[in-house]
């Protein structure tokens, strides 16, 4: 492979030669093995001393379920496909290179699979979600020995006991 790093731009070039052609103009980047010219392109005198160029976690299998592998162009890189009217699809792993490619007449087929998703909660979802709790009505929510019934049972009886619950 001729794949290339210009150090001093963060910019990995990647000659549509290195492509597999696949039919017309239809080429594929396996990135399993992109990943592999990196780790060498890195730790060649060249670029022994420079920032790494990629994250990679292998595939993993839990209960019995083989999780795909990821690769991620971190530290500010770039990439750049030889330009060209032509498509890349990219295989062998879950990867950000749609997210880094350089823009030209290159089209990137990416195909990742999440599997599990790690879904972040803002402060805003995280009030909308504690109003929506607050507002509900509580005899949708008193089952035997949930703290709705708790709550239905003080409201229905008053006097004292409203006192106590305020009080812890």
């Known amino acids: ?18 492509l597999t052609p696949i039919s017309g103009s239809l080429y594929e980047l396996n990135v399993n093995s992109f990943r592999l010219v990196l780790k060498n392109l890195e ?20 209960g019995g379920v083989t999780f795909a592998r990821t690769l991620e162009i971190i530290n500010g ?18 990867n950000n290179i749609s997210d ?3 823009v030209n007449n290159v089209s990137i087929r990416s195909s ?10 803002s402060v805003e979802d995280r009030a909308a979600i504690a109003d929506a ?6 005899s949708g929510h008193s089952g035997t020995g949930s703290s709705g019934e708790v709550i239905d049972r003080i409201d229905k009886t008053g006097g004292d006991n409203q006192a106590l619950i305020l009080a812890t």
């Open 100 to 102: 880094v490619v350089n």
């Open 133 to 138: 709790i607050w507002d509900e009505v509580i």
């Open 112 to 121: 990742n699979s999440a599997g599990l998703v790690s879904v972040g909660v």
């Open 43 to 62: 730790a060649s005198e060249d670029g022994v001393w420079a920032l790494d160029t990629h994250r990679h976690n292998t595939q993993v299998t839990l």
């Open 1 to 18: 492979m001729t794949i290339s790093i210009s150090w001093a731009t963060k910019v990995i070039n990647i000659p549509q030669g290195d």
């Open 77 to 94: 890189y770039t990439i750049t496909f030889g330009n060209g009217q032509y498509a890349v699809r990219l295989v062998g792993a879950n």
